[in-house]
């Protein structure tokens, strides 16, 4: 056996080990690059972002590896890496996964390795994402239309707001949300930005949607971490005795599932009309909007569960007229049937398979409170049917 040979299944050996079988930054299974220079094995994808910071990285399998790097790599690994370089990350801090976008990934890295932000050391002046006070100006999406200008926004963590003003110079604010209510879904693919960042919350019985970018990766990735930070302290404040381990999923969360769908009538023979739809499974609801960058939702159904009267199946309208697509699904609810309608057969399942996983899981007091409320807004709404 030659010594490349050699060196080569050393490392293949390495990266079978339970603390190296992941890439030390994403996840991702069975990462076949390594940095020599920080002794961590990574993915395809992390290895260029580490590529791009200068740190010198090589393929376990392609690449010729010398003798000292190998010696190199048997005494440091990503568990000796993660004891250093990730000593101290707030619970609120996004670990991003490895199908998360490039730039949650990016700043991850680059704040683990080039700015050392999670080894324990006092940072002067403190990280922005940790002050409790966050203010700056971001690019947001006009209400009605489809120009982002610039706002100034402020997260204050002490009041549990964030507010946003039309001018830098303004006297009083466009707008004060609620920490309480408030979401943020970075870089959803619907905005076509990779900076992109909604925010959603509750305003009166509606839903609202801010659609919001910066120019630079890392002022983005730190304004969703400084929105996690207050999410985490009013959810600490909200639930003084729950764990880290029950309330960091809470904190923000992404849509289920998203895509358009066709929608009739209540009594299903209105004509069938294309409407946006985003499930929402932490809150149990489905939204629908004319479009989806839209402000406001059209109207919200609530996804309780098969013991309490819901229910979702494939099924094939018999009088709604007007659908261009074939692959229907009937939702189940205890007060009406809903009917939607897939291009494709793959959504059609997809949609099954989302509504079902909400459907399965036991519904909370918070949950019974909700249902209430989607039940009086959909009676109180003259307009429902005709959305």
Same mark, same amino acid.
């Given at each position: 056996m030659s010594n490349s040979e050699k060196n080569k299944k050393i490392l293949l050996e390495l990266v079978k080990l339970p603390e190296n079988s992941r890439c030390a930054d994403c996840g991702a299974a069975d990462p076949d690059w390594a940095s020599y220079?920080?002794?961590?094995?990574?993915?395809?994808?992390?290895?260029?972002?580490?590529?791009?910071?200068?740190?010198?990285?090589?393929?376990?399998?392609?690449?010729?590896?010398?003798?000292?790097?190998?010696?190199?790599?048997?005494?440091?690994?990503?568990?000796k890496a993660r004891s250093v370089y990730e000593k101290d990350v707030p619970p609120f801090y996004y670990r991003p996964q490895e199908t998360d976008c490039s730039a949650l990934r990016e700043q991850w890295i680059r704040a683990k390795y080039q700015r050392m932000e999670f080894t324990g050391g006092i940072k002067y002046p403190p990280l922005a994402y940790t002050t409790g006070m966050f203010e700056g100006l971001l690019l947001k999406k006009g209400r009605d239309n489809t120009t982002y200008l610039k706002r100034k926004f402020v997260l204050s963590e002490r009041d549990f707001t964030l507010t946003y003003y039309n001018k830098e110079d303004s006297k009083g604010p466009k707008a004060v949300i609620s920490i309480k209510d408030l979401n943020a879904n970075f870089q959803p693919q619907k905005m076509n930005h990779p900076?992109?960042?909604?925010?959603?919350?509750?305003?009166?019985?509606?839903?609202?949607?801010?659609?919001?970018?910066?120019?630079?990766?890392?002022?983005?990735?730190?304004?969703?971490?400084?929105?996690?930070?207050?999410?985490?302290?009013?959810?600490k404040t909200a639930y003084p005795t729950g764990s880290d381990e029950e309330l960091v999923p809470k904190i923000t969360r992404n849509f289920l599932k998203e895509g358009y769908m066709e929608k009739t009538g209540p009594l299903q023979k209105e004509p069938f009309k294309k409407r946006w739809f985003s499930l929402d499974s932490q809150n149990r609801k489905l939204l629908y909007f004319k479009n989806p960058l839209d402000a406001e939702e059209l109207g919200v159904i609530f996804v309780g569960t098969e013991s309490y009267g819901y229910s979702?199946?494939?099924?094939? /309208?018999?009088?709604?007229? @007007?659908? =261009?697509?074939?692959?229907?699904? *009937?939702?189940?609810?205890?007060?009406?049937?809903?009917?939607?309608?897939?291009?494709?057969?793959?959504?059609?399942?997809?949609?099954?398979?989302?509504?079902?996983?909400?459907?399965?899981?036991?519904?909370? /007091?918070?949950?019974?409170? @909700?249902? =209430?409320?989607?039940?009086?807004? *959909?009676?109180?709404s003259e307009d429902f049917m005709r959305r």
């Open positions: 220079k920080l002794g961590v094995f990574v993915c395809l994808n992390c290895s260029g972002i580490h590529r791009s910071l200068s740190s010198r990285v090589k393929s376990i399998r392609l690449d010729f590896w010398e003798d000292d790097l190998v010696e190199f790599m048997k005494s440091a690994g990503n568990a900076h992109g960042l909604q925010i959603t919350y509750q305003r009166d019985d509606h839903i609202r949607n801010l659609y919001v970018y910066h120019e630079s990766s890392e002022e983005i990735v730190a304004w969703y971490n400084a929105i996690r930070a207050a999410r985490y302290a009013y959810l979702v199946k494939v099924c094939i /309208p018999k009088h709604a007229r @007007g659908n =261009k697509w074939k692959f229907g699904i *009937r939702v189940e609810t205890p007060e009406r049937q809903f009917m939607f309608m897939c291009e494709q057969e793959r959504e059609q399942k997809e949609w099954l398979d989302a509504l079902k996983k909400v459907m399965s899981r036991p519904m909370s /007091p918070q949950d019974y409170a @909700g249902e =209430k409320r989607a039940l009086k807004r *959909r009676t109180a």
